[in-house]
């Protein structure tokens, strides 16, 4: 009885969230959301000239949002901030305006779950049902992860989906033809979203889900895909530089183009060649093969 009071307790929280409105220049817009992000930001939706970042109402969300003005202020005196209150339920319903269905290629769509699927003649047709703080597939690092797994992913590949998120990867990875996804998260909350879009798109088995810091690998994968920003993944990432085969890939996504000789450096004390690069507007993503 104490465990379920506890989690209505924390479901009663986290149905309740803050978004912040910043409306800051553009030649430093990247490095805000970066930094919005890293300190716990779950969502960032870029709008015109602005981008808002939601947190979720907990006891932390106020020191947060406090050092997260002082840090924008500190980068431009003329940024403008703009807190709302907003309930889930409203800002889901809110996405209906925003996400729409995202054309990855000729064969790869990405459809909110009120569109209807045979309306669409893509051979892959993810559904995703919109949450505060996982992927849709309208952000760019998003879409470079997707073409890159439509290119390079091989039928009855083991795959390791490294902050699953929405799971949009890992669910269009078996839609791809993979036989299996290991799925890492950390955040509890994205369970719900998770197991919501496996059921959308009709996946029981295949797709491992574990949110936890310390999960439990079955390597040798033949394939890794990870869509992190910087400030989270270089931390973790030479944790799975030797989880995957020799000859294997390994996709990694959630960089700004600025980025790319850190990433390099860091690889440096792997056994991951980068074989391509991909780019769009602003990002860059790496396919790598494991020597």
Not at 26 to 39: F, G, H, N, R, T
Not at 162 to 178: D, E, K, M, P, Q
Not at 191 to 207: R, T
Request: net charge negative; proline share 4%.
């Amino acid at each position: 009885m104490a465990a379920e009071q506890e989690w209505d307790s924390l479901t009663d929280i986290i149905s309740k969230w803050i978004s912040v409105d910043i409306s800051i220049a553009e030649k430093i817009k990247e490095i805000a959301m970066d930094y919005a992000l890293a300190v716990g930001g779950a969502a960032v939706v870029e709008k015109d000239t602005t981008f808002q970042v939601s947190y979720p109402m907990d006891d932390k969300v106020h020191s947060i949002i406090h050092d997260l003005k002082a840090f924008l202020m500190d980068l431009d005196p003329d940024v403008l901030i703009q807190e709302t209150v907003v309930y889930r339920e409203n800002w889901n319903k809110q996405w209906q305006d925003f996400f729409k269905p995202t054309q990855i290629s000729e064969q790869i769509i990405i459809l909110p779950e009120w569109e209807k699927v045979e309306d669409f003649p893509h051979r892959i047709k993810t559904r995703i049902r919109p949450a505060m703080a996982f992927g849709t597939g309208t952000h760019e690092t998003t879409q470079l992860c997707l073409q890159i797994l439509e290119e390079s992913i091989r039928e009855k590949d083991h795959v390791l989906d490294v902050g699953t998120g929405s799971g949009i990867l890992g669910i269009t990875a078996l839609h791809l033809g993979a036989a299996n996804i290991d799925a890492i998260e950390n955040d509890p909350l994205a369970e719900e979203n998770i197991q919501d879009n496996l059921s959308l798109n009709g996946i029981s088995k295949g797709f491992r889900l574990q949110i936890s810091d310390q999960p439990i690998l079955h390597p040798p994968y033949d394939l890794l895909v990870v869509n992190i920003i910087k400030a989270r993944l270089f931390p973790i990432l030479p944790n799975y530089f030797n989880v995957v085969r020799p000859e294997g890939r390994v996709i990694i996504s959630g960089l700004l183009i600025e980025e790319e000789s850190e990433l390099k450096t860091l690889l440096m004390g792997s056994s991951w060649r980068i074989i391509n690069t991909y780019t769009k507007n602003e990002w860059i993503a790496f396919l790598c093969e494991v020597d």
